[in-house]
């Protein structure tokens, strides 16, 4: 038993150990974020609770059928429901009764309803996939956090090694005599420093990983590994995109403009449901009545057995009922004001939405020109300030220049390097937007 205990704890430690050192893609990333997010699943009930709304519409439209019973006993003095002579007994009686009623026109409320309440159903299913690519985007910048800061601790590593080195050799020169102490205090300020940093920058990755395991709601971790990328892809950078097109594509399918749409129209169907109301309504109607009394007796004074009271007390009734609102203080009137303004102000919000979208298509492709610009810049100034390094640690070695000026170039080289990455995994956040609204399935989501 210990040995069958033993080895069950052995494999879920093992497991949650393999599972902790997985390598995530973007994609793995964001698909757990959209199975876990609770604000997806209450996202998810809205759409549900929408849907039995327009369910429940649809049957509104059979008719209502309504059924009663039940069991009096009278005391003292009551009219007798069989001769309406007024009696000093006690008894009992039942009713029994089955009502139909429905309506043949009520100036297509029922009907625009349906129509309301479904596109309100449509909309709530956009809202479900606007929050998974709202929640998509997040995952996405997160990720690119994280390989920003792995990049920033790669380099801080390159500058650790670059300033022990520069120290190891005054060491040695030190100890030659062919340097002064003071050499020896300088380059190992300038090690302190690089550990520093690089301390530094290992927390920011740690916080920035922190950040994209709680918007993948992945409880229990404290820690991610993500899987190494194939190099930036720049050569498939683009300057020339079309902002008309880029919004038409865009217009067609995001969901925040397509969920405001589906609400413009279920308003206008409300609008019109409303104003059904100021119309005439008519509608059939059917009942079934019986009823037994303690006190109806035969000629002989005994009680009507309840069988066959059940059958003679039979009434059945038909009729169809019209109905023209003439006046209700004017309340039809203001609801159907209401709901037309109600109606404008989903058109004016679906306007908002769509110049909120060109808005943001218009920063973005500004923003891929600027910083196509600035990575081909900063690409630049790390091959120049890698010559420049490189010159100044062969003059450092022949003792021709400080301390001083090989931490200044170093430094130079390092902020280049820094620079690079930070523009180069913005460029790539940006086109992976751009292809997003250019409708290229950057997320596999439906």
Not at 48 to 72: C, H, I, N
Not at 195 to 223: C, F, H, P, Y
């Amino acid at each position: 038993m210990r040995l069958k205990t033993y080895i069950t704890s052995l494999f879920l430690i093992t497991s949650v150990v393999a599972f902790s050192q997985k390598l995530w893609t973007l994609e793995a990333c964001v698909d757990y974020a959209i199975e876990h997010n609770l604000q997806v699943k209450n996202t998810t009930y809205n759409n549900d609770s929408s849907k039995e709304s327009y369910r429940q519409s649809v049957r509104d439209l059979l008719p209502t059928v309504s059924g009663s019973a039940d069991y009096t006993i009278r005391y003292g003095r009551s009219a007798d429901p069989q001769t309406n002579d007024f009696v000093n007994t006690d008894f009992f009686s039942n009713n029994y009764s089955l009502n139909a009623n429905l309506d043949l026109f009520r100036g297509f409320q029922k009907l625009n309803t349906i129509r309301a309440s479904k596109f309100i159903y449509k909309a709530t299913q956009e809202d479900i996939l606007q929050e998974k690519f709202l929640l998509a985007f997040r995952v996405m910048s997160a990720y690119y956090d994280i390989k920003f800061f792995e990049g920033l601790v790669a380099n801080s590593l390159e500058q650790l090694e670059i300033s022990q080195g520069n120290y190891d050799l005054v060491a040695k020169q030190v100890e030659l005599g062919l340097m002064a102490g003071a050499d020896l205090y300088e380059a190992e300020s300038n090690l302190l420093g690089d550990k520093l940093l690089l301390t530094q920058n290992r927390n920011q990755l740690t916080n920035a990983k922190l950040v994209l395991i709680q918007e993948m709601n992945w409880t229990g971790a404290s820690d991610i590994q993500l899987q190494e990328t194939m190099g930036q892809e720049m050569a498939a950078m683009e300057e020339g995109i079309s902002l008309d097109s880029l919004y038409k594509t865009a217009r067609d399918f995001v969901p925040l403009v397509k969920s405001q749409e589906y609400r413009v129209t279920a308003a206008k169907k409300q609008m019109q449901a409303t104003r059904g109301s100021l119309y005439p309504s008519l509608s059939l109607f059917a009942g079934y009545g019986t009823s037994y009394f303690e006190t109806n007796v035969d000629q002989n004074g005994e009680v009507i057995p309840f069988k066959t009271q059940f059958t003679d007390n039979q009434s059945k009734f038909v009729g169809a009922q019209l109905n023209i609102p003439i006046s209700s203080g004017w309340s039809n009137h203001s609801r159907v004001k209401q709901q037309k303004i109600a109606y404008m102000q989903a058109k004016n919000n679906l306007e908002i939405q769509e110049q909120e979208l060109f808005q943001l298509l218009q920063q973005l492709v500004q923003d891929n020109r600027a910083l196509i610009a600035e990575y081909e810049q900063s690409a630049k100034q790390v091959e120049s300030q890698k010559i420049a390094f490189d010159i100044a640690q062969k003059r450092y070695e022949k003792g021709l220049i400080n301390a001083l000026e090989l931490f200044q170039a170093k430094n130079l080289y390092g902020v280049a390097q820094n620079q690079n990455l930070q523009v180069g995994l913005r460029l790539k956040v940006n086109q992976s937007t751009i292809d997003f609204y250019n409708g290229l399935p950057i997320f596999n989501i439906n």
